[in-house]
C-alpha cells in the first residue's frame, strides 16, 4: 500500500482523487488538508480516516471531535503535516501561489508528486525542477493536457513539437464584442468539463491556456514556439505530439479528471477502470486559435521562460478573477489588467522561494492599484 497525502482534499481535484483511491485500492490516505470547507473536511476526516490532518485556520473543533488525528493548522501547518506523514505520494490540489511552497515540501518528504497546482511551475519552474532532481522525485502532472504529453512521451524518440487543447471556454461562439461584458453566469457556464470558478473564468480568457503553455515549457523542455495549442470543442483530443518524420500521436479520452489523476497516481500502470468511448460517433476535429478573440494566451506565449513576468501574470489574473466575480469589472477588463501589470513589473530571474514571493506580493500590490484605474 502506497501512503497518500492530499493537499486541497476539498477542492475539486482533491475530491475526485478521493473517489480515485476507492477504485485502485491500493493507496491508504494517510494525510489530508484543506482550507475552508470544514463542513466537507469533517465528512472526509469520518470516512478516510487519516493519521494526520491540517487547516490554514484554527483546528480545535476538529481536534477535540477526532482525537485519534494529528492536526496542523497556521500558515506552516500543511508543510509540517507532510513532514509527520512521511508519504509515499502527494497529490497537490491547492489553488494559488502558495501551492509552490507545498509542492516544494512534498518533493522533499516524498517520492511522488501529482502536481495539479499550476501556479507551481508558473511562478517557480526552474526551483521546482530543480529540487525534483535533487531529490530524486518523481514530478507527474496531473492536468489533462500535461498528462497526455507525458504519456504520449514515452519512448526514446523525443518529439519536435508538442501540443495541448483547449475547449475554448463557455464564450467561445461570441463576438470580441459580446464577450466584452459577458457575465459571471455566462462565463461559468462551461462546455465540458465541471472545474471550480476561477479554472473556469480562465478557461474564458484562456488565461489557462496560457499557464499550460508556461507549465509544459517546464516539464517538457521545450520552446514556447514548440508547445502548439488547437481548439478542441467536444475536449476528446488533450494532446499531441509531433515528430521529424511528419507523425503525429495524439492522446484520445473522455473529459473526466479522474483518469489523469488515476495515471499519475498508478503510473507506471494503469489501474483505473472506466467505460470505453465509441470511436465510431467521435468527432475530431481542431482548430486554431484567434488571438484577437484570446489576447491572455497571446501574452502567455510571450513571456514564457521569464520568471517575473510569469509569476506577474498568475498574480494579475488572480485579482482580475477576484472582481470579475464581485462584479466590480467586466470579463474584457481582466486582460487589460493582467497585461498592464505585466508590464510593469521588470524582468528578473528569482533564485529562491522568498524571491517569488515578493515579487508576487509586488504583482498583486501592483494589480490591486490598477483595477481602479480601469
Request: glycine content about 6%.
Amino acid at each position: 500500500m502506497k501512503r497518500l497525502a492530499i493537499i486541497g482534499s476539498t477542492g475539486s481535484i482533491g475530491r475526485q482523487t478521493l473517489e480515485v483511491v476507492k477504485d485502485l485500492k491500493n493507496h491508504k490516505v494517510v494525510a489530508l488538508s484543506c482550507g475552508h470547507n470544514f463542513s466537507l473536511f469533517r465528512k472526509q476526516l469520518l470516512e478516510y480516516k487519516p493519521d494526520y490532518a491540517a487547516a490554514i485556520r484554527k483546528t480545535e473543533e476538529l481536534e477535540r471531535d477526532f482525537p485519534e488525528i494529528t492536526f496542523f493548522s497556521g500558515a506552516e501547518g500543511i508543510e509540517e503535516m507532510l513532514e509527520a506523514a512521511t508519504p509515499d505520494v502527494v497529490v497537490n490540489g491547492a489553488s494559488g501561489a502558495i501551492g509552490l511552497r507545498y509542492s516544494l515540501k512534498a518533493l522533499e518528504v516524498s517520492r511522488r508528486l501529482c502536481l495539479a497546482n499550476k501556479e507551481s511551475l508558473v511562478c517557480g519552474g526552474k526551483l521546482l525542477i530543480k529540487r525534483a532532481v535533487e531529490k530524486g522525485a518523481e514530478l507527474i502532472p496531473v492536468d489533462s493536457e500535461h498528462s497526455a504529453i507525458f504519456q504520449l512521451m514515452r519512448g526514446k524518440d523525443k518529439p519536435e513539437k508538442i501540443f495541448i487543447t483547449a475547449s475554448g471556454g463557455a464564450l467561445r461562439d461570441y463576438s470580441i464584442e459580446k464577450m466584452y461584458n459577458a457575465s459571471l453566469k455566462e462565463v461559468l457556464r462551461h462546455p465540458t468539463w465541471s472545474m471550480g470558478n476561477r479554472i473556469t473564468i480562465d478557461s474564458a480568457t484562456m488565461v489557462n491556456k496560457g499557464l499550460e503553455v508556461i507549465e509544459a515549457h517546464y516539464l517538457f523542455e521545450y520552446d514556447e514556439e514548440d508547445i502548439l495549442t488547437y481548439i478542441c470543442k467536444n475536449s476528446l483530443i488533450h494532446g499531441g505530439v509531433i515528430y521529424s518524420d511528419g507523425v503525429i500521436k495524439m492522446h484520445l479520452g473522455k473529459p473526466d479528471m479522474k483518469i489523469p489523476i488515476a495515471y499519475a497516481l498508478s503510473y507506471p500502470k494503469r489501474g483505473y477502470h472506466s467505460d470505453y468511448m465509441n470511436i465510431v460517433e467521435m468527432s475530431l476535429m481542431l482548430e486554431e486559435i484567434d488571438y484577437r478573440k484570446y489576447p491572455a494566451l497571446e501574452l502567455a506565449r510571450e513571456i514564457t521562460g521569464i520568471s517575473s513576468k510569469q509569476i506577474a501574470y498568475n498574480a494579475a489574473d488572480e485579482i482580475a478573477v477576484k472582481y470579475f466575480e464581485k462584479g466590480a469589472i467586466h470579463f474584457g477588463e481582466i486582460f487589460k489588467l493582467i497585461k498592464r501589470v505585466v508590464e510593469l513589473i521588470p524582468e528578473t530571474d528569482p533564485r529562491d522561494f522568498d524571491e517569488i514571493v515578493e515579487i508576487d506580493r509586488y504583482s498583486r500590490e501592483l494589480a490591486e492599484k490598477e483595477v481602479a484605474k480601469l
